[in-house]
């Protein structure tokens, strides 16, 4: 149990905001997690973004809390024998704001480089000629598809994508980090196209968003491909080795095949680690299974409530969704998932899209076998 080997080293909240703890490995190696604040909440509160540094010979960091938390992350890191000076490198589990945001003030203040993803190296540019709104000229590639008003995106994501510009990043090219050869990258793209775990040894899974307890993280769609493709490294030429719910699947997949190989290893999600005055632990394994699950329970949901005849994708959320979570931005949040299902569900040919945004049910149910079908690799 993860309450058993956690050493607290600073107790913050009930939801685990401003946390730090110490885990022990047999190996002698110890990661600690540092958990920095963000800023939504309601329904679809995550917690706190737990972000680990990874001590031993060649020691890093992992995620860098939101946009601001560069400073608050060295206040937490002098709080542990480890020294900014003593870190090989900031590293990445995915370019989402509230993982990436606090990394250019981190490599400023520290002189640590940054290793990215390839992925994330190209994303996170901004390509004014090809972004599909001049509104969203200046905006990271990887932004294209926010749904957010422009309102938001002027007061809150301004300095953030301004600071991605200027990072200086290098990448991760190989299976295993290039400072140390111990510590194993596993590219698992379906929630964000950049999405890395990083395994310690048969010892520890630090896994991101790809797997998370009590939530079920978002999928991605197939459609931000047709923005993204000619930016994408050439060997990504389909959508769905990087983009949407069949990506995703395949990476809960190889997380499974993983969590029977090492079934003793502790996995450290990004989120909820701590959260309501209780530990979460991962069975890797199990957790794997029980997302990919959810996601097979959806898609039958969807097929049920297009028995009643053709909607649109506002119908099936709100028939879908409870309306606690459909509450201001939630709907929009609701509508992303709906979007990725749906995709599967025409891949698998039970459902097509008809008239005035609208879609029907073709009468068949092949989404399960399709869903089995798709290989861990």
């Given at each position: 149990?993860?309450?058993?080997?956690?050493?607290?080293?600073?107790?913050?909240?009930?939801?685990g905001?401003?946390?730090?703890?110490?885990?022990?490995?047999?190996?002698?190696?110890?990661?600690?997690?540092?958990?920095?604040?963000?800023?939504y909440?309601?329904?679809w509160?995550?917690?706190?973004?737990?972000?680990?540094?990874?001590?031993?010979e060649?020691?890093?960091?992992i995620?860098?809390?939101r946009?601001?938390m560069?400073?608050r992350?060295?206040?937490?890191?002098?709080?542990?024998?480890?020294?900014?000076?003593?870190?090989?490198?900031?590293?990445?589990?995915h370019?989402h704001?509230?993982?990436?945001?606090?990394l250019?003030?981190?490599?400023?203040?520290?002189?640590?480089?940054?290793?990215?993803?390839?992925v994330?190296r190209?994303?996170?540019r901004s390509y004014?000629?090809?972004?599909?709104?001049?509104?969203k000229?200046?905006?990271?590639?990887s932004?294209?598809h926010?749904?957010?008003?422009?309102?938001?995106?002027?007061t809150h994501?301004?300095g953030?994508?301004?600071?991605?510009?200027?990072?200086?990043t290098?990448?991760?090219?190989?299976?295993?980090?290039p400072f140390?050869?111990?510590?194993?990258?596993?590219?698992?793209?379906?929630?964000?196209?950049d999405?890395?775990?990083?395994q310690?040894?048969?010892?520890?899974?630090?896994?991101?968003d790809?797997?998370?307890?009590?939530?079920?993280?978002?999928?991605t769609?197939?459609?931000?491909?047709?923005?993204?493709?000619?930016?994408?490294?050439?060997e990504?030429?389909?959508?769905?080795?990087?983009y949407?719910l069949?990506?995703?699947?395949r990476s809960?997949?190889?997380?499974q095949?993983l969590?029977?190989?090492f079934?003793?290893?502790?996995?450290?999600?990004?989120?909820?680690?701590?959260?309501a005055?209780?530990?979460h632990r991962?069975?890797?394994?199990?957790?794997?299974?029980?997302?990919?699950?959810h996601h097979?329970?959806?898609?039958a949901?969807?097929?049920n409530?297009?028995d009643?005849?053709?909607?649109t994708?506002?119908?099936i959320?709100s028939a879908?969704?409870?309306?606690?979570?459909?509450?201001?931005?939630?709907?929009?949040?609701?509508?992303?998932?709906?979007?990725?299902?749906l995709?599967?569900?025409e891949?698998?040919?039970?459902v097509?899209?008809?008239?005035?945004?609208?879609?029907?049910?073709?009468?068949?149910?092949?989404?399960?076998?399709?869903?089995?079908?798709?290989?861990?690799?």
């Amino acid at each position: 149990m993860i309450a058993d080997s956690a050493e607290i080293i600073h107790q913050g909240d009930l939801n685990g905001n401003q946390w730090i703890i110490r885990v022990g490995l047999p190996s002698g190696r110890s990661i600690f997690g540092l958990a920095t604040e963000n800023v939504y909440g309601g329904d679809w509160d995550l917690g706190p973004t737990w972000n680990y540094v990874v001590q031993g010979e060649n020691p890093f960091l992992i995620d860098a809390g939101r946009y601001g938390m560069g400073g608050r992350i060295l206040e937490m890191l002098a709080e542990t024998p480890v020294r900014p000076e003593d870190l090989k490198g900031f590293l990445l589990s995915h370019g989402h704001e509230d993982h990436d945001g606090g990394l250019l003030e981190l490599t400023q203040k520290t002189g640590v480089p940054a290793w990215v993803h390839p992925v994330y190296r190209n994303l996170s540019r901004s390509y004014p000629d090809k972004a599909p709104l001049s509104s969203k000229a200046t905006f990271s590639a990887s932004c294209w598809h926010c749904f957010m008003p422009e309102s938001f995106a002027l007061t809150h994501c301004a300095g953030y994508h301004r600071d991605r510009m200027m990072l200086e990043t290098h990448c991760l090219d190989g299976e295993f980090l290039p400072f140390d050869s111990d510590i194993r990258t596993h590219h698992l793209p379906g929630h964000s196209p950049d999405a890395v775990a990083f395994q310690i040894g048969q010892e520890a899974l630090i896994v991101g968003d790809n797997l998370l307890p009590e939530i079920t993280p978002h999928p991605t769609q197939e459609a931000y491909y047709r923005r993204t493709a000619e930016i994408l490294p050439a060997e990504y030429d389909r959508a769905e080795m990087i983009y949407g719910l069949r990506a995703y699947l395949r990476s809960l997949k190889r997380l499974q095949a993983l969590g029977r190989e090492f079934p003793e290893m502790i996995v450290l999600p990004a989120h909820r680690l701590f959260y309501a005055n209780r530990w979460h632990r991962i069975e890797l394994e199990k957790r794997s299974e029980e997302i990919i699950e959810h996601h097979v329970q959806r898609c039958a949901a969807i097929l049920n409530i297009l028995d009643d005849g053709p909607r649109t994708l506002e119908q099936i959320v709100s028939a879908h969704f409870e309306s606690s979570l459909l509450k201001g931005f939630g709907f929009k949040l609701a509508e992303n998932e709906v979007r990725s299902h749906l995709e599967l569900l025409e891949h698998s040919g039970d459902v097509e899209p008809i008239w005035e945004d609208r879609v029907k049910s073709t009468g068949t149910c092949h989404f399960e076998q399709f869903i089995t079908d798709i290989a861990a690799h």
